[in-house]
């Protein structure tokens, strides 16, 4: 129902920033999307998500350090990530949560020095 396309992964040093786009291949107006993140021999768990009213939720790890935003005439969702630490390192997914379901195929975070 929808191709969803990770991008802005990377390399970054503890402190630093990167800002993550999941670009959808249809309109994302009245969907809820998250964002979700896998660390090496751990489970996938929900990292943010914004609902077609732009409500937005966090896991308390992420709070005041990460912002989810849409940009619905672009088809786009970001995931601005600051004050990264190494436990942040993961492959992060965008997916649709609501009406449907749908994963991207991932982006790699890495944060080391």
């Known amino acids: 129902q929808v191709q969803l396309v990770e991008s802005g992964g990377g390399l970054v040093q503890p402190g630093g920033s990167l800002r993550l786009s999941c670009e959808a291949s249809r309109s994302i107006f009245s969907i809820t999307m998250g964002w979700y993140r896998q660390a090496p021999g751990k489970q996938r768990d929900l990292v943010a998500s914004t609902s077609s009213s732009g409500s937005t939720n966090y896991v308390d790890s992420v709070k005041g350090r990460f912002t989810i935003s849409r940009d619905n005439a672009k088809n786009t969702v970001y995931l601005q990530m600051n004050s990264l630490k190494p436990e942040d390192t993961a492959v992060y997914y965008c997916?649709?949560?609501?009406?449907?379901?749908?994963w991207g195929q991932g982006t790699q975070v890495t944060v080391s020095s």
């Open positions: 997916k649709v949560i609501w009406p449907f379901t749908a």
